[in-house]
């Protein structure tokens, strides 16, 4: 059994070598509190999960984790000034 076609006729190919999902998820966590200041324990694991199966490379599921992390926060937090 191959990739099966998209609809554009091509495989899609991944972006990441798929890479243990541990290793991949500290090096995610890492750039989340490094670039964002975001811990990773906020992130929900079906989040983290979501972002990689999704093949996407650390830094971007980092960005993305942050995205989520600040748009599930209750509105009153997102609100005050830094």
């Keep these: 059994m191959g990739k099966m076609?998209?609809?554009?006729?091509?495989?899609?190919?991944?972006?990441?070598?798929?890479?243990?999902?541990?290793?991949?998820?500290?090096?995610?966590?890492?750039?989340?509190?490094?670039?964002?200041?975001?811990?990773?324990?906020?992130?929900?694991?079906?989040?983290w999960k979501k972002l990689y199966v999704q093949n996407m490379m650390p830094p971007e599921a980092a960005k993305q984790a942050a995205v989520s992390a600040y748009t599930t926060r209750p509105a009153a937090d997102r609100?005050?000034?830094?």
Aim: glycine share 6%.
């Design 5 to 47: 076609p998209r609809a554009g006729g091509k495989p899609r190919e991944s972006t990441v070598a798929r890479t243990d999902y541990r290793d991949w998820k500290d090096r995610a966590a890492a750039e989340l509190e490094r670039v964002h200041g975001v811990k990773a324990s906020t992130i929900p694991e079906r989040v």
């Design 79 to 82: 609100s005050k000034r830094r």
